[in-house]
């Protein structure tokens, strides 16, 4: 089956440093999307991406949906100690009910 | 706008007994999910549902599992009997009509089995 590799595993930063994480697959997804999971919650939807090449905000986060729609990035720059938690990438081959296919995660540790 | 609920959020069994998990999406969602997530690992669909009909439930265990969303609303997923490796969080979505993409997810129910 489809499958996403993400990286790193896990990462420890300094407050107010700059972090990027990317995801990547064999396979083709036609939408991409960067998760948020804090210690016993569900995931919570950062960005979403949903054309090859886009660059999309949110506050001090961006994301981008690679060229060859195999592979995306996350940044989140001047980190903050809120930013902790889980980060998942996950992708959806086709529009409609296609079932979202989920990476490993990468943990973030900020240290102030 | 209230959230996706879930209950209970730990559950505690033994090998070989039965567990039911219930699962309240948020109003006017008719896209509901049902995901295992194992320690360490990205959540995984079990089943997901439109409205009360079965979407895709390929990588539910069936001999084990089974999920129900009756008036199109709530749901449960039972599991019997549990196995070791059934201790995980199981997670519950809801998605708006036409935006599967867009998933809200409810807190979970930790499940340990012992």
């Known amino acids: 089956g489809q499958q996403l590799n993400q990286s790193p595993q896990s990462m420890f930063i300094q407050e107010g440093e700059d972090v990027s994480m990317n995801c990547t697959s064999s396979?083709?997804?036609?939408?991409w999307l960067w998760y948020k999971q804090d210690p016993g919650e569900g995931p919570v939807l950062l960005i979403a991406?949903?054309?090859?090449?886009e660059l999309t905000s949110n506050g001090r986060l961006t994301a981008q949906f690679g060229i060859t729609r195999k592979d995306s990035f996350l940044n989140i720059s001047a980190s903050i100690p809120s930013d902790v938690g889980i980060y998942f990438c996950?992708?959806?081959?086709?529009?409609?009910?296609?079932?979202?296919?989920f990476g490993k995660g990468t943990r973030l540790s900020v240290i102030a | 706008e209230a959230g996706v609920a879930q209950s209970p959020r730990y559950k505690i069994i033994e090998k070989r007994q039965s567990v039911a998990f219930w699962c309240n999406p948020i109003?006017?969602?008719?896209?509901l999910y049902w995901y295992q997530q194992i320690l360490g690992q990205g959540p995984k669909l079990l089943i997901q549902?439109?409205?009360?009909?079965?979407?895709?439930d390929s990588q539910l265990p069936k001999d084990r599992f089974s999920a129900e969303r009756l008036k199109g609303v709530d749901s449960t997923l039972k599991i019997q009997p549990a196995k070791l490796e059934d201790s995980a969080v199981y997670l519950c979505?809801?998605?708006?009509?036409?935006?599967?993409?867009?998933?809200?997810f409810g807190p979970g129910t930790r499940l340990t089995v012992l």
């Open positions: 979505a809801s998605s708006p009509p036409s935006y599967t993409d867009t998933q809200y």
């Open positions: 396979s083709i997804f036609n939408t």
């Open positions: 991406l949903y054309k090859a090449g």
């Open positions: 996950a992708g959806q081959g086709r529009p409609g009910n296609t079932p979202l296919v």
């Open positions: 109003s006017g969602h008719a896209t």
């Open positions: 549902f439109q409205n009360n009909g079965v979407v895709d």
